[in-house]
Structure formats: structure tokens, C-alpha cells
């Protein structure tokens, strides 16, 4: 059977995650005590007979018990040498998005109560959830993702990832807006000449044609995407050979505007023709067209 166990902070975006799952197929459980995880598990895996469950989807949040958080490396480890493929999907935002979001809803945290205030349940429900942070496959950052954005990443990333494939993410960032934190690689491409300097090109972006044929003016530019294209082609297969599930690869430039859009561009459009599950993502592009910028 197929196990997806879906957590992270409250606010971050769980039940958006496990919704889809659901309509995908999955048989999804919201809240699950960690405690039943084994029980569950053993009723639903081991025969071929008609309904037994083949692809089921638990959230686990900071509503179980801490103690049982605490113990959950023990239980994952028994799951995983009874055989069960399973995947931890993590979701989490920046401390100022979960206050927001929790202010816009106006409703209570679940570690909240007259003597701690929400501020301190977000940070200490970091701490609890600890033990399935630290064994996620997948981290998805939801700072600035609209449920939308988040929806199309789950189906993407998680629900169009055959089992043993590697799920590749290229996502372009700016270093001055801080570097993603859910990545597991990061380049920097700031040594590349900027068009932001050459005023004609600074409303453009790294994926129109002016931009493109000023970076590839430049050799250093060939030369950069030559040189990451040969490193990911080398270690990538060794990663998939480890039975790594997903990969996120961000590309940061000063603004995350023009080179580092280009270069994610190149190396999305390269690796999709060796991996099936290949998605490119310009983190910084929809706050420009927000502000008027571009």
C-alpha cells in the first residue's frame, strides 16, 4: 500500500493538501492519534481483497498528544521495515503568515489558551512537530502560496510522482527577499551580467525574448547553465538510487526577476526530458505583477 502522512503547523495549509489527496483517490484521514497509525495500517495493507484500502492519506498535527509526537521516529521505523511505502509531506509558512492567517479566520489555535498567546502556540507547535519535520520527503514552504498555488503544487509534485521517481522542483528566488527554505540545493547566479542595469529590459522578465538574448550574449551565462546541467546530471541518479522522492532546486539572483528565472527556465526544460516529474516555479514574479512592477 501506498502512505502519505500529511503535517505541519496549524495554518500552513494541511487540510488544503489532504483535499486534494482525497479527490485524487486517496483515502484520507484528518487528525489522525499517531498511536493508530500501526493498527491502521495492518487492516488496510495486507491482503489483495476487495476493499482493503491500496492509497490512504493521514494528517498528523499538534493536536496528538506530546508524548506521542516525541515517539514518532519509533512507529515511522516499524511502518517502513513492514514494507509500507510512505511519504511525509511537511508544510509550514513563516511565523508573520500563520499570525495573518489565523487574524483573517479568527480561529483558535489549537495550542492557544488564556495563559499562552498565539504567538508563543505557533512557535512551541514548531517544536512539537519536530520529530516529523526532521524525516519529511517532502518541505513545502506556503509563505506567499495562495490555496490555489498550493493545490496545483500537491497534485503536481505528490499525486503526479510515480512511486520510486524522482519529483524534480526548479524554483527561481531573489537573495534580497531571503532563500526558500525548503530547498535542498541552492545556486547562485548573481555573478551573471544584470539586465535590471540596462533600463530598456528592467520591466521584462528572465522568460521574454530581450532578456534572453542579452544573457545569451554573454559566455558566462552558456557557461553557468553548461556547469549546473553537468553537476544535477552527475549527482541526481545517486539521489534517485537512494530512494529520494522529491528534489527542490532553487536558483537565486539579486531580485529574482531576469537571470535566475532564465537559468530555472534551462534546467526545467532540460531535466523534463530525462525526469516525468519536473516542475519550474519563479517565486518572486507573481509579488512584481502584484506591485505593478513588471
Same mark, same amino acid.
Given at each position: 500500500?501506498?502512505?502519505?502522512?500529511?503535517?505541519?503547523?496549524?495554518?500552513?495549509?494541511?487540510?488544503?493538501?489532504?483535499?486534494?489527496?482525497?479527490?485524487?483517490?486517496?483515502?484520507?484521514?484528518?487528525?489522525?492519534?499517531?498511536?493508530?497509525?500501526?493498527?491502521?495500517?495492518?487492516?488496510?495493507?495486507?491482503?489483495?481483497?476487495?476493499?482493503?484500502?491500496?492509497?490512504?492519506?493521514?494528517?498528523?498535527?499538534?493536536?496528538?498528544?506530546?508524548?506521542?509526537?516525541?515517539?514518532?521516529?519509533?512507529?515511522?521505523?516499524?511502518?517502513?521495515?513492514?514494507?509500507?511505502?510512505?511519504?511525509?509531506?511537511?508544510?509550514?509558512?513563516?511565523?508573520?503568515?500563520?499570525?495573518?492567517?489565523?487574524?483573517?479566520?479568527?480561529?483558535?489555535?489549537?495550542?492557544?489558551?488564556?495563559?499562552?498567546?498565539?504567538?508563543?502556540?505557533?512557535?512551541?507547535?514548531?517544536?512539537?512537530?519536530?520529530?516529523?519535520?526532521?524525516?519529511?520527503?517532502?518541505?513545502?514552504?506556503?509563505?506567499? %502560496?495562495?490555496?490555489?498555488? @498550493?493545490?496545483?503544487?500537491?497534485? *503536481?509534485?505528490?499525486? !503526479?510522482?510515480? +512511486?520510486?521517481? &524522482?519529483?524534480?522542483?526548479?524554483?527561481?528566488?531573489?537573495?534580497?527577499?531571503?532563500?526558500?527554505?525548503?530547498?535542498?540545493?541552492?545556486?547562485?547566479?548573481?555573478?551573471?551580467?544584470?539586465?535590471?542595469?540596462?533600463?530598456?529590459?528592467?520591466?521584462?522578465?528572465?522568460?521574454?525574448?530581450?532578456?534572453?538574448?542579452? %544573457?545569451?550574449?554573454?559566455? @558566462?551565462?552558456?557557461?553557468?547553465? *553548461?556547469?549546473?546541467? !553537468?553537476?544535477? +546530471?552527475?549527482? &541526481?541518479?545517486?539521489?534517485?538510487?537512494?530512494?529520494?522522492?522529491?528534489?527542490?532546486?532553487?536558483?537565486?539572483?539579486?531580485?529574482?526577476?531576469?537571470?535566475?528565472?532564465?537559468?530555472?527556465?534551462?534546467?526545467?526544460?532540460?531535466?523534463?526530458?530525462?525526469?516525468?516529474?519536473?516542475?519550474?516555479?519563479?517565486?518572486? %514574479?507573481?509579488?512584481?505583477?502584484?506591485?505593478?512592477?513588471?
Amino acid at each position: 500500500m501506498k502512505l502519505i502522512i500529511v503535517s505541519g503547523r496549524s495554518g500552513s495549509g494541511k487540510s488544503t493538501a489532504l483535499h486534494v489527496l482525497e479527490d485524487l483517490g486517496f483515502y484520507c484521514v484528518d487528525n489522525l492519534p499517531i498511536g493508530l497509525l500501526i493498527p491502521l495500517t495492518r487492516e488496510a495493507a495486507p491482503q489483495e481483497a476487495p476493499g482493503r484500502l491500496k492509497r490512504m492519506a493521514v494528517s498528523i498535527d499538534a493536536r496528538n498528544l506530546s508524548d506521542e509526537l516525541a515517539n514518532f521516529e519509533t512507529i515511522y521505523r516499524q511502518l517502513e521495515d513492514s514494507g509500507i511505502a510512505m511519504d511525509i509531506i511537511f508544510l509550514d509558512a513563516d511565523e508573520s503568515s500563520l499570525l495573518q492567517r489565523f487574524h483573517a479566520t479568527r480561529r483558535k489555535h489549537p495550542l492557544s489558551d488564556d495563559q499562552t498567546s498565539l504567538r508563543e502556540a505557533i512557535t512551541s507547535e514548531k517544536t512539537l512537530l519536530e520529530p516529523l519535520s526532521r524525516l519529511a520527503d517532502l518541505y513545502i514552504n506556503t509563505t506567499g %502560496l495562495s490555496m490555489y498555488e @498550493l493545490r496545483d503544487m500537491v497534485k *503536481q509534485r505528490v499525486a !503526479g510522482r510515480r +512511486d520510486q521517481e &524522482l519529483a524534480l522542483l526548479f524554483q527561481s528566488f531573489g537573495y534580497k527577499h531571503g532563500v526558500p527554505v525548503d530547498s535542498d540545493y541552492v545556486f547562485d547566479v548573481r555573478c551573471l551580467p544584470n539586465p535590471y542595469w540596462d533600463h530598456s529590459l528592467r520591466r521584462y522578465i528572465g522568460t521574454d525574448q530581450p532578456v534572453i538574448e542579452f %544573457l545569451e550574449r554573454e559566455p @558566462l551565462t552558456g557557461q553557468m547553465v *553548461q556547469d549546473l546541467t !553537468g553537476f544535477l +546530471d552527475t549527482w &541526481l541518479p545517486a539521489f534517485a538510487h537512494t530512494n529520494r522522492s522529491y528534489l527542490t532546486i532553487s536558483i537565486g539572483c539579486t531580485g529574482g526577476q531576469h537571470r535566475s528565472v532564465y537559468v530555472c527556465e534551462q534546467l526545467g526544460r532540460h531535466f523534463g526530458q530525462q525526469y516525468s516529474n519536473v516542475q519550474v516555479r519563479h517565486t518572486e %514574479l507573481p509579488h512584481l505583477r502584484s506591485r505593478g512592477e513588471i
